[in-house]
């Protein structure tokens, strides 16, 4: 059973930190890129910054310098650091992990809620 559990959500003032955590059981962490996504009310879900197998990181320009993405293949952990968070930052945030060879192989956590309030 494959499962994806983030944590390290909360409720932040405008210029504060954050880090989200995500675990993953199972064996599909060292052969998925491991991806955050964000999806904020009313609006569809995008892409946030991705680590690929290989450890190659890709951020969304909107989040690049504040946002930054790693993982730690020992701890089948993923993590997104957030630095100097904006109220435009305010959304569900989810762990993906997608096969790096069989890419409709595709795995989500439940989300985690991020609040930045101005």
């Known amino acids: 059973q494959v499962q994806l559990v983030e944590s390290g959500g909360g409720l932040v003032q405008a210029g504060g930190s954050l880090r989200l955590s995500c675990a993953a059981s199972?064996?599909?962490?060292?052969?998925?890129?491991m991806g955050w996504y964000r999806q904020a009310p009313g609006k569809q879900r995008e892409l946030v910054a991705v680590?690929?197998?290989?450890?190659?990181?890709n951020h969304a320009d909107s989040v690049k310098g504040r946002l930054t993405i790693s993982r730690d293949n020992a701890k089948n952990t993923m993590y997104l650091r957030m630095n100097n968070l904006q109220p435009e930052d305010t959304a569900v945030y989810y762990c993906?992990?997608?096969?790096?060879?069989?890419?409709?192989?595709?795995?989500w956590g439940q989300g985690t809620q991020v609040t930045v309030s101005s």
């Open positions: 680590a690929a197998t290989d450890g190659v990181t």
């Open positions: 199972g064996t599909i962490f060292s052969v998925s890129n």
């Open positions: 993906n992990a997608r096969n790096a060879r069989y890419n409709f192989i595709t795995y």
